[in-house]
């Protein structure tokens, strides 16, 4: 059967979220610049969704756009904004504005810098958003640079090497039995007791219900090494396996 010549579906997407807590424009470019640094490649023409609910006042947002583009991130939406002569100058700029669901007072607990994919996924009610987990996902092959693996309401079992670049999502566990250098991601609907355990760490990031390291965050002895990964008290906590 030939496919008609366009398709508008939905989709899952992994993006950033800049919240700007500041309308001080030094500021903002100094902390971009400093937060780049610390991982240059992970941020290099990184798509990102940008947050302005706590701007207040008179905003320049023609020179913060100029600002966030400088550092070469490409701004894919605006979320948060209420005002509406605000909403005006965002939609003059030619970007859209991105509505968002009630958060939980949780999301107070992430980095500015946060992944949207889970934010979206939070619920308000903890007793409600954390599915049934299904059978688990297992893939054999190895998972190449570029490929998203999600498995929704599972865990997910990787019995191979995930390479630079790859991602791994899952609802619930996430296991490795190689080596792995992708993105990994563990309970992406919220749920604070997935836990990632891999064989060979060598991830660009591993993250647990929203809490996330990136590679340099990770604790230096245990790069290369087998380790299990999951939440304490809130916090993202690494031991070994062994």
Not at 15 to 39: A, M, R, T, W
Not at 174 to 181: D, E, F, L, N, T
């Amino acid at each position: 059967m030939q496919k008609i010549p366009i398709e508008l579906k939905g989709s899952n997407f992994t993006l950033l979220v800049l919240y700007l807590n500041s309308n001080n424009l030094d500021l903002i470019n100094k902390l971009l610049y400093k937060k780049i640094q610390e991982c240059p490649k992970f941020f290099k023409n990184a798509p990102i969704i940008v947050n302005v609910s706590n701007l207040k006042n008179e905003i320049n947002w023609r020179k913060i756009q100029e600002i966030i583009i400088s550092h070469g991130f490409y701004i894919v939406g605006i979320s948060g904004c209420k005002d509406s002569y605000f909403k005006k100058i965002i939609i003059e700029s030619g970007l859209p504005i991105l509505s968002e669901g009630k958060k939980s007072s949780k999301n107070k607990d992430f980095s500015s810098f946060s992944n949207d994919y889970i934010l979206k996924k939070r619920k308000n009610d903890q007793r409600t958003r954390i599915k049934k987990i299904k059978k688990t996902h297992i893939i054999n092959t190895p998972v190449r640079s570029g490929q998203k693996v999600y498995a929704k309401n599972s865990d997910l079992v990787i019995i191979n090497n995930v390479s630079a670049g790859a991602e791994l999502v899952a609802d619930g566990n996430i296991h490795v039995y190689g080596s792995v250098r992708g993105r990994v991601l563990a309970g992406a609907n919220g749920d604070i007791t997935s836990k990632i355990f891999c064989t060979t760490l060598f991830a660009e990031l591993v993250s647990v219900s929203g809490r996330y390291w990136l590679s340099d965050q990770i604790p230096s002895h245990f790069v290369g090494k087998s380790a299990q990964i999951y939440l304490k008290n809130k916090f993202l906590t690494i031991n070994s396996l062994c």
